[in-house]
């Protein structure tokens, strides 16, 4: 329990306690950076955390993942460590908390590097937990930017905002349908139990880092596209001009752009689709963005692409990797029936090919952060 974690570490209680969700990416991939659309759902998976004041100016962080204690001077200035502490203490620094210390335990059922949005949920879990202790007054979209700053700046990821506001704005049963260039975000209701779907998570348990370059590649391409072709972001472009522009672009950045523009379209179509209860056509739509990532956006893996497959033989409607890719996870849509046969079928696969044995579990569209008992 997070209360007691807390009491052990810091010798009193916690004054407040919260937690935040990891999410699942139901599609709409590397979208985000790109001023286009996405739209992930928050998973029962989250970050709970434990916060106090104390009466030093030093931030004292416990994580009881890793059972480490890590101590820094308030206020933040530069940040010269590693490892997850960077995360929460990225968050402080943003906030712009001045010298008040604080205590924070943490704890977390998210797997780390699975592709599930482990740091968002460590990010958003402090952030929210801490702008209510202080009485900071930020909005969750505004939580949500302070907290993808983090990741950006003080991490080095240069990821975009779908983690974040998935994991702030999440809501049971519903999809997050966000516009990355607006900033509108609509709650999308699934409708998965009473159609009697599931989303299962294949955890390949492959390493999946935001912050080694790849990542960052696939947005520099993108990038350079885009301005090649003098538009703002490729959420500019669409399907009709995309071929009168190929000459524009090297091979590349026209795949890349390729995968870009057409998963802003197929993200469109699922939300109709899932509005309209069809569900075929949506998990059609899932394993056209999976194959658009292997062969376009090319961030897939060997172990994900077997996931997707395996998932496909035993009955899933559709089936694709989640997340910034490179390993991680991959998510199948299927009827719960049918989940023990996918779970032989993807073991027995992975097996076949020496893979590494995956995780395999069903996830549920959960709530977004919020203030919880210590007891949780
Ligand atoms: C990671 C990033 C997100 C997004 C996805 C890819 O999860 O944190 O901002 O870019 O990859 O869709």
């Known amino acids: ?29 590397h979208t985000d950076y790109n001023q286009g659309f996405v739209l992930p759902m928050a998973i029962e998976k989250r970050t709970v955390v434990a916060i106090g004041r104390n009466e030093r100016s030093i931030h004292r962080i416990y994580s009881a993942n890793t059972e480490e204690l890590i101590e820094h001077p308030a206020p933040i200035g530069n940040l010269e460590i590693s490892g997850w502490a960077r995360y929460p203490l990225g968050v402080l620094k943003l906030l712009e908390i001045s010298d008040q210390g604080l205590d924070i335990a943490i704890s977390s059922d998210v797997p780390i590097g699975g592709g599930l949005s482990s740091s968002a949920a460590l990010e958003c879990s402090v952030g929210a937990g801490v702008n209510k202790l202080l009485e900071l007054d930020n909005e969750k979209l505004e939580l949500a930017k302070i907290c993808q700053r983090a990741e950006n700046e003080v991490v080095g990821a240069p990821t975009g905002n ?61 990038y350079s596209a885009a301005d090649k072709l003098g538009i703002h972001s490729l959420r500019d472009l669409n399907e009709q001009h995309l071929e009168g522009v190929q000459s524009q672009l090297t091979a590349t950045e026209f795949k890349r752009a390729r995968h870009i523009v057409t998963e802003n379209q197929r993200v469109l179509k699922a939300v109709q689709a899932v509005r309209e209860q069809e569900y075929f056509t949506f998990g059609k739509l899932m394993t056209e963005s999976h194959s658009s990532m292997r062969d376009d956006f090319e961030i897939s893996t060997a172990e994900l692409d077997q996931a997707v497959e395996a998932s496909l033989q035993s009955g899933a409607l559709g089936a694709r990797m989640t997340g910034g890719g490179f390993g991680g996870s991959g998510i199948a849509l299927i009827e719960s029936q049918n989940i023990p046969q996918l779970t032989d079928s993807v073991l027995e696969a992975f097996k076949q090919r020496g893979f590494k044995t995956p995780e395999i579990f069903a996830v549920k569209p959960s709530c977004g952060a919020r203030e919880i008992k210590g007891t949780n």
């Open 162 to 222: 779908m983690d974040q506001i998935a994991s702030l704005f999440g809501k049971a049963d519903n999809a997050v349908f966000i516009d990355c260039r607006s900033e509108e975000i609509q709650l999308v209701d699934l409708g998965f139990e009473k159609a009697g779907l599931e989303i299962v998570v294949i955890d390949t348990r492959t390493s999946h880092k935001l912050d080694d370059g790849d990542y960052g590649n696939r947005r520099d391409e993108c």
């Open 1 to 29: 329990m997070i209360a007691e974690i807390f009491e052990q570490n810091f010798q009193k209680p916690a004054e407040i306690f919260w937690q935040a969700p990891g999410r699942v990416n139901l599609i709409g991939e």
